[in-house]
T-cell receptor, first 114, second 114 residues
Framework: DAGITQSPRHKVTETGTPVTLRCHQTENHRYMYWYRQDPGHGLRLIHY???????DKGEVSDGYSVSRSKTEDFLLTLESATSSQTSVYFC?????????????FGPGTRLTVL | GEDVEQSLFLSVREGDSSVINCTYT??????LYWYKQEPGAGLQLLTY?????DMKQDQRLTVLLNKKDKHLSLRIADTQTGDSAIYFC??????????????FGTGTRLLVSP
C-alpha cells in the first residue's frame, strides 16, 4: 500500500473555518499529490510536490494551499472552507515500476463543510 | 484537450466477462492505467499498459489498447461479486516533464449480481 496514511479520515467543519489535512508516507517518495474526488468529475489534481519545500499547482488549486517541510509529510490547507470544498480528498505518491511511473493512493479523507 | 470518457454503469452476472471501456483524446499519452475503487476506500492500481503495446494480460484482467481510435478497454474474466467497484481509467498526457499529471476518467461503476 506504499505506506500512505491520511488524517483525519473524516471531518465536519463550518464555512469560513481553516482546515488542514495531513498525508504521511513512510517510504521516502519524492513526489506527492493531493486530489479531490467528486461525483461526475473523477479525481482532479489540487497540488503536487516534487521535494521538500517544492510544490506547484494542479488544475483545481484555488482556495487551497500546501506545504512540505519534511519528505514524509504533505499538508493540504483550506484557509477558509466553503461548501464547494465538501469532497473526498486523496493523497498519492508516485514511484517507478518496471519503466512505468505509477501512483499509489492513500485511503482518503471525507470532508464536509456545512 | 485532455478528456477521458467512460460509461457510468455496467451490470453483469457472476461468472460472466465484464468489459469496461474508456476513450481518451491525447494520442501521445505514454502510459494508460486502470484503477479500482471499492466503497469507502482509496484507488487501487490494477494494471497499466505502455502506449507501444496493444494488449496486456494479467491473470483475469486483459487490457486492450487501440491507439488509432484512442480506445482502452479492461476485460475481467469470470467476474466475481468482489469485483463490484468503480473502475477508473487514467492517462499521462504528453508534455509532462518531471511529474505525472494523471488525467482520470469519471469512473465506471461495475455491479456484479449473483
Amino acid at each position: 500500500d506504499a505506506g500512505i496514511t491520511q488524517s483525519p479520515r473524516h471531518k465536519v467543519t463550518e464555512t469560513g473555518t481553516p482546515v488542514t489535512l495531513r498525508c504521511h508516507q513512510t517510504e521516502n517518495h519524492r513526489y506527492m499529490y493531493w486530489y479531490r474526488q467528486d461525483p461526475g468529475h473523477g479525481l482532479r489534481l489540487i497540488h503536487y510536490s516534487y521535494g521538500v519545500k517544492d510544490t506547484d499547482k494542479g488544475e483545481v488549486s484555488d482556495g487551497y494551499s500546501v506545504s512540505r517541510s519534511k519528505t514524509e509529510d504533505f499538508l493540504l490547507t483550506l484557509e477558509s472552507a466553503t461548501s464547494s470544498q465538501t469532497s473526498v480528498y486523496f493523497c498519492a505518491i508516485s514511484e517507478s515500476e518496471g519503466g512505468a511511473d505509477t501512483q499509489y493512493f492513500g485511503p482518503g479523507t471525507r470532508l464536509t463543510v456545512l | 484537450g485532455e478528456d477521458v470518457e467512460q460509461s457510468l454503469f455496467l451490470s453483469v452476472r457472476e461468472g460472466d466477462s465484464s468489459v469496461i471501456n474508456c476513450t481518451y483524446t491525447d494520442s501521445s499519452s505514454t502510459y494508460l492505467y486502470w484503477y479500482k475503487q471499492e466503497p469507502g476506500a482509496g484507488l487501487q492500481l490494477l494494471t497499466y499498459i505502455f502506449s507501444n503495446m496493444d494488449m496486456k494480460q494479467d491473470q483475469r484482467l486483459t487490457v486492450l489498447l487501440n491507439k488509432k481510435d484512442k480506445h482502452l478497454s479492461l476485460r475481467i474474466a469470470d467476474t466475481q461479486t468482489g469485483d463490484s467497484a468503480i473502475y477508473f481509467c487514467a492517462e499521462i498526457p504528453s508534455g509532462n516533464t518531471g511529474f505525472q499529471k494523471l488525467v482520470f476518467g469519471t469512473g465506471t461503476r461495475l455491479l456484479v449480481s449473483p
